[in-house]
T-cell receptor, first 115, second 112 residues
Framework: ETGVTQTPRHLVMGMTNKKSLKCEQH?????MYWYKQSAKKPLELMFV???????ENNSVPSRFSPECPNSSHLFLHLHTLQPEDSALYLC??????????????FGEGSWLTVV | TQLLEQSPQFLSIQEGENLTVYCNSS?????LQWYRQEPGEGPVLLVT?????EVKKLKRLTFQFGDARKDSSLHITAAQPGDTGLYLC????????????FGTGTQLKVEL
């Protein structure tokens, strides 16, 4: 239990579906992240939010739409995904966006399969 | 080109053996971290090293940051089945805009 909770843990969706991944952190952190983990590829940073404001979009396709209503919650809205988007999506948080001296805490991830 | 290359990519050993995992780059890092990710879980931070030449120990795990801050190693003594997992190094490149970059990962399996 890292204090970062992700739901659902597993999701299967069709290419025309709309679904959302949810992340909640109970650590009082101000920065939240979405990462994508695919087989045989390094963890890829997708989005960064700091104090509810998006500070980084790592060239992510628009079919992925993040939302951060407050510092404790982060969503990833999904629509018209492709099979190659199937991956483990990890949410993470840290005290601040400044990585030096800060620990990033990861959730357990949401396994997404696009069919 | 991958910023952080880990080797070996896969490692399967018997309980009690020693092993070393390497994390190499041509870039300089202001800090480097090691994570372990178990099946069905997210990565969990093991250690952060910030000084060139720094050595940190965590029970049977020894972490070293290269003198030039371009590489790191993780040595496990007397491996146990509980050490099984994906080991990831990650670093913040100097001048890299505060972005944490992850390595390619080493999948370790320790068998009885």
């Amino acid at each position: 239990e890292t204090g970062v909770t992700q739901t659902p843990r597993h999701l299967v969706m069709g290419m025309t579906n709309k679904k959302s991944l949810k992340c909640e952190q109970h650590l009082g952190h101000n920065a939240m992240y979405w990462y994508k983990q695919s087989a045989k590829k390094p963890l890829e940073l997708m989005f960064v939010y700091n104090f509810k404001e998006q500070t980084e979009n790592n060239s992510v396709p628009s079919r992925f739409s993040p939302e951060c209503p407050n510092s404790s919650h982060l969503f990833l809205h999904l629509h018209t995904l492709q099979p190659e988007d199937s991956a483990l999506y990890l949410c993470a948080s840290s005290q601040t966006r400044a990585l030096s001296g800060n620990t990033i805490y990861f959730g357990e991830g949401s396994w997404l399969t696009v069919v | 080109t991958q910023l952080l290359e880990q080797s070996p990519q896969f490692l399967s050993i018997q309980e009690g053996e020693n092993l070393t995992v390497y994390c190499n780059s041509s870039s300089v890092f202001s800090s480097l971290q090691w994570y372990r990710q178990e099946p069905g879980e997210g990565p969990v931070l093991l250690v952060t090293v910030v000084t060139g030449g720094e050595v940190k120990k965590l029970k049977r795990l020894t972490f070293q940051f290269g003198d030039a801050r371009k590489d790191s190693s993780l040595h496990i003594t007397a491996a146990q089945p509980g050490d099984t997992g994906l080991y990831l190094c990650a670093g913040v490149p100097t001048g890299g805009g505060n972005k944490l970059t992850f390595g390619t990962g080493t999948q370790l399996k320790v068998e009885l």
